[in-house]
């Protein structure tokens, strides 16, 4: 049997056909609309295309996954609030269901590439797992015993939003001193600026053509591997916010894996190498504790599509 | 049917037979003693003593469940590390089995008094609760649909245990700022001290009879009260660090309901009010968000014996 992923993103909407093996048979995608309608209607284009184009019918179809930035209410299918899209309160699932006799299951894209991660990707050989992704923001993910818990409501699991430092950087959320604004890609390119602007001399300048607008995730690390001094402070300082923020989640969750995900993982050993070093300083967090597995993400740009499927296995 | 609760501390070991009520029906306690042997031979005795007293025998009991501070392997009943007792990995439910034919729980004392309040407590009406038991250290237990999560391997929900404060004060657990470092008891009885050496003229001074060892949980809160303006600081801050530690866990859990448990609790309406007035002011994690409802603990002494008993519902 298959399911149907659909990855809604603020710029476009990506859909796929994925087997049991978690492998993407087909897939398409559209540039969003303004209005719902446009959007939803071409979804249902789109999903009886890529039905037909793999030759199967809507009975060979588990069901249509879904995952979406913004708030979710997953029992319902209701997608509450999106604002990159501006919707609020669209009732999705029963909007599909009007082309679709199947179930449809929506939930949040970060708990989507969790899920995926778990049931297709690197965490296939863990139950209990944790992820957080590093983009814009830090979204998070929770699994345990191989299902999603999403919180309360489906509303919790926003692992961006616990603190790290009281009254520390103003969030987006409108408390201060969360996770998301020091490990996030947005904070790690802050802090990179930060540095390029007390030294002048560092190799970072050159890295990005001598204009600081091209400071990405990226900078600092590579500059980091050649030696520089600077972006080596940067690097720790920013290992120094994620391994806390993880060490936190380790002793609410004590998860046998827990996912880097986004842009920043990227980094793959030099980044989880650094982060188990601080780690291992400590013993109750760590250590002396059953062990959780630091694992970088796997299915990339696909993990929206795939993990959408994965809410039906 | 009935179950029996276990309730192991420092200083001694209290049992009760407890019915489908959550009733205590009756119960004895013991002091600890030097051995494992000599607590785990009374433990048996005392079990004994209590079916017999209620004219019950071993088939009209549905089990043993046992809460017990320190770290626990549930899947194994085993107490991995039982510092004040001096245990470690005591096969205790193997032990117990070879004298009651019957099914032996053990988890975490926080752990077990968080179910125990959702089973028969202030939190009957709820499915997914967290609380916080705010003592020497600061507790926690995770309940999701009405089942307890202990996290992997049970040994999560150390809520006590993620930063609230980076590279803050120093923690018993190797890390610093911990939640428990500032919103414990111990905490708030240190905050208290500090702010009456800064002022010797606050009211605080003649509450504890001059003596400043006198300060206790209760000291800025009663003080307070009477509009001693030190005191109200203490509060206000201390109220200010536990209320930014739940708003992180609600980001995380969304909770239908979170519970305020150990000593500190006691302030009741006068704390909830104020812990309110600063949730409110943050839409993303509790005011325009699905509502965590916000209740003191109700089992009180009881907590152990019924939260261990409630491991059989």
Redesign the interface.
Same mark, same amino acid.
């Not at 939003?161 to 009281?166: D, E, K, S, V």
């Given at each position: 049997m298959y399911a149907i992923g659909i990855d809604i993103g603020g710029m476009s909407i990506k859909l796929g056909l994925v087997n049991e093996q978690g492998e993407i048979i087909c897939q398409s995608r559209f540039k969003t609309a303004t209005t719902v309608n446009e959007n939803v209607n071409s979804m249902v284009e789109h999903v009886k295309n890529l039905i037909e184009q793999a030759k199967l019918s809507q009975k060979d179809i588990l069901g249509i996954g879904i995952g979406c930035p913004g708030a979710v209410t997953s029992e319902t299918g209701v997608v509450a609030y999106l604002p990159n899209l501006n919707w609020e309160n669209v009732p999705l699932a029963k909007m599909l269901n009007e082309h679709f006799d199947m179930p449809i299951k929506i939930s949040n894209d970060a708990n989507v590439a969790t899920l995926g991660e778990v049931i297709y990707g690197c965490a296939k050989n863990y139950s209990?797992v944790v992820m957080f992704t590093l983009g814009t923001g830090v979204g998070?993910g929770i699994v345990?015993d191989k299902k999603l818990?999403e @919180? @309360? =409501?489906s509303? @919790?699991?926003?692992?961006g939003?616990?603190?790290?430092?009281?009254d520390?950087e103003q969030c987006s959320?409108?408390?201060k001193g969360c996770v998301e604004c020091y490990a996030s890609a947005t904070a790690l390119i802050n802090q990179t600026k930060q540095a390029m602007l007390e030294d002048k001399d560092s190799s970072m300048w050159t890295f990005v053509n001598g204009n600081i607008d091209n400071v990405d995730g990226r900078t600092a690390f590579e500059c980091s591997k050649t030696g520089d001094k600077t972006a080596n402070k940067v690097v720790d300082k920013y290992v120094y916010?994620l391994a806390?923020?993880m060490?936190?989640? =380790?002793?609410?969750?004590?998860?046998?894996a827990f996912i880097l995900g986004g842009g920043i993982s990227a980094q793959g050993d030099y980044l989880i190498n650094k982060l188990k070093a601080h780690c291992e300083?400590?013993?109750?967090?760590y250590r002396d504790?059953?062990r959780?597995e630091i694992l970088t993400a796997k299915l990339g740009n696909d993990a929206g599509i795939i993990g959408a499927a994965a809410l039906f296995r």
């Open positions: 209990t998070g345990i818990f @919180g @309360g =409501f509303r @919790g699991a926003e692992l939003h616990f603190t790290l430092i009281l520390g959320c409108g408390r916010y806390e923020s060490l936190s989640v =380790f002793n609410i969750f004590r998860p046998e300083k400590f013993d109750y967090g504790a059953p959780t």
